[in-house]
């Protein structure tokens, strides 16, 4: 239960972690760092979801790759469905998506951020729910921890253009730090669901896994490609890739 709840909260943590260098950074984050987080964002998301949730879901089936299959298209289509359905700005942007709103751009950012977010817990929920099933604790830590660890730049590059758009040290790290709410929120629903339709496991772990593939090719990568220095993203995306497969094998 303890190894649970650390493991719910961990992305939250790094998320925290990451807003609060609103206090001790300027205004904007250099365009090569940004690019280069952007892309280790991108490698840790893509990692995980291969080697953490695609790969498990089709042994948990048995080798079937069907339940992999669909699970994924579903993942992908409900962020789509999100997105679509949602008002939000990105970062960087100057026009929302999603429906008309009278939102402020504040609030619309952190929508945007929240949408991203939202698959990563889902993720953390759904491999602990996997424990007994082939997957292990260490597994699940590992998953964890890789999101955490990614989730401290990403917590500065939503901290950051809010201090920029106006507000206040203070309130945009509670901005930054509350887009990760919903991570742990996440974990939990999922952790619910997998309870009670156990032998949709499988099909729950491509779902993840779409949903966060979605976030990568859809804002992650865009964004860390547009401009100058989009090499400095290709490497960043190797790092993040590379780590989070050591820490699936390695602790998994």
């Known amino acids: 239960m303890n190894a649970l709840i650390v493991g719910i909260l961990l992305p939250l943590a790094g998320t925290m972690l990451g807003s609060a260098f609103v206090f001790f950074m300027k205004k904007e984050i250099p365009a090569r760092l940004q690019k280069t987080l952007l892309g280790f964002a991108s490698g840790v998301m893509v990692a995980a979801s291969v080697w953490s949730l695609l790969i498990p879901s089709a042994d948990i089936a048995g080798g079937s790759i069907w339940p992999a299959a669909i699970g994924f298209l579903v993942g992908v289509g409900f962020l789509l469905a999100i997105d679509a359905l949602t008002p939000h700005?990105?970062?960087?942007?100057?026009?929302?998506?999603?429906?008309?709103?009278?939102?402020?751009?504040?609030?619309?950012?952190?929508?945007?951020?929240?949408?991203?977010?939202?698959?990563?817990?889902?993720?953390?929920?759904?491999?602990?729910?996997?424990?007994?099933?082939?997957?292990?604790?260490?597994?699940?830590l590992a998953v964890s921890i890789g999101i955490a660890i990614q989730n401290i730049p990403e917590g500065a590059i939503i901290s950051m253009p809010m201090y920029a758009e106006g507000n206040?040290?203070?309130?945009?790290?509670?901005i930054g730090s509350l887009s990760g709410v919903v991570e742990p929120l996440g974990s939990v629903a999922i952790l619910l669901l997998a309870s009670?339709?156990?032998v949709a496991l499988p099909y729950l772990l491509a779902f993840a896994a779409g949903a966060m593939m979605y976030v990568v090719v859809e804002e992650l990568i865009p964004e860390a490609s547009q401009g100058e220095h989009s090499n400095l993203s290709t490497i960043g995306f190797a790092l993040g890739f590379v780590l989070m497969m050591v820490l699936d094998v390695v602790l998994g």
Not at 90 to 96: I, L, N, P
Not at 168 to 174: G, V
Request: glycine share 12%.
């Open 168 to 174: 206040s040290r203070w309130r945009s790290f509670l």
């Open 89 to 140: 700005l990105h970062v960087g942007a100057t026009e929302s998506e999603g429906p008309r709103s009278h939102l402020s751009r504040t609030a619309m950012l952190a929508l945007a951020v929240t949408i991203h977010n939202l698959p990563e817990g889902m993720a953390v929920g759904v491999v602990f729910a996997g424990e007994g099933h082939g997957l292990t604790v260490s597994a699940a």
């Open 196 to 198: 009670a339709l156990g």
